[in-house]
């Protein structure tokens, strides 16, 4: 089975350019989530998606971030125009809800180093 | 929110030394799992143990959920082991992920 994969794995950009980060879940999972690490700091929660719906999108930092999920399927993630302050790992993670719409374990996908110069 | 407090924030040791990283959070959870931040970079899931014990070969953990910690053991540690070790809850009120702010870990020859 394969895992969450994300893309690209790095990605340098100049400040005000635009970025689009892509997430494919584990096949089946409705819950995707997009988390960042950002200057060696804790890893802290964007977004939340349910299937195609935005279930909770409280951590998006800024009108800057934008995020879509076509489908239910995969998602992406673009930020535009870019600031240096967004530089650090952002993480898609996916997760299957069982019958009684409990939130099992989460898998990570490998993240997208992001640097902003 | 629920606060998740992890210790130690950096701990070096020896290879062959064994080790106890802990993570206490503020509220009940129903999820709680413990990952390894490789140099690369990547998350890897180690444990997810909301209650209980587990082991996975060197590594084990446990959650005592009604006095709100997890232990994570590593023993016999490895160069490869070296890395951000993070625990992570999911309330039960809740719907996402809160991480701590990692255990440093670093193994030298």
């Known amino acids: 089975e394969a895992g969450v994969t994300q893309f690209p794995s790095h990605s340098v950009i100049e400040k005000g350019q635009t970025v689009t980060l892509r997430c494919d879940p584990i096949?089946?999972?409705?819950?995707l989530y997009w988390y960042r690490r950002v200057m060696g700091k804790e890893i802290k929660f964007l977004l939340h998606?349910?299937?195609?719906?935005?279930?909770?999108e409280s951590g998006m930092p800024n009108n800057r971030f934008l995020a879509e999920r076509t489908g239910g399927t995969y998602s992406t993630l673009k930020v535009q125009p870019a600031e240096l302050e967004d530089s650090g790992v952002y993480f898609c993670?996916?997760?299957?809800?069982?019958?009684?719409?409990?939130?099992?374990?989460?898998?990570f996908g490998q993240g997208t180093r992001l640097t902003v110069v | 929110g629920i606060q998740v407090e992890q210790s130690p924030p950096d701990l070096i040791l020896q290879e062959g030394a064994n080790s106890t990283l802990r993570c206490n959070f503020s509220?009940?959870?129903?999820?709680l799992q413990w990952f390894h931040q490789n140099p690369w970079g990547q998350l890897i899931n180690l444990f997810y143990?909301?209650?209980g014990t587990k082991q996975n070969g060197r590594l084990s953990a446990t959650t005592v959920a009604t006095e709100r910690y997890s232990l994570l053991y590593i023993s016999s540690s490895q160069t490869t082991d070296s890395g951000v070790y993070f625990c992570a809850v999911e309330q039960t009120s809740g719907s996402r992920l809160t991480f701590g702010e990692g255990t440093q870990l670093t193994v030298n020859p």
């Open positions: 096949s089946g999972h409705d819950n």
């Open positions: 143990i909301p209650s």
């Open positions: 993670a996916s997760s299957h809800r069982d019958r009684v719409w409990v939130n099992t374990e989460a898998f």
């Open positions: 509220d009940s959870v129903n999820n």
């Open positions: 998606f349910v299937k195609e719906s935005k279930q909770d």
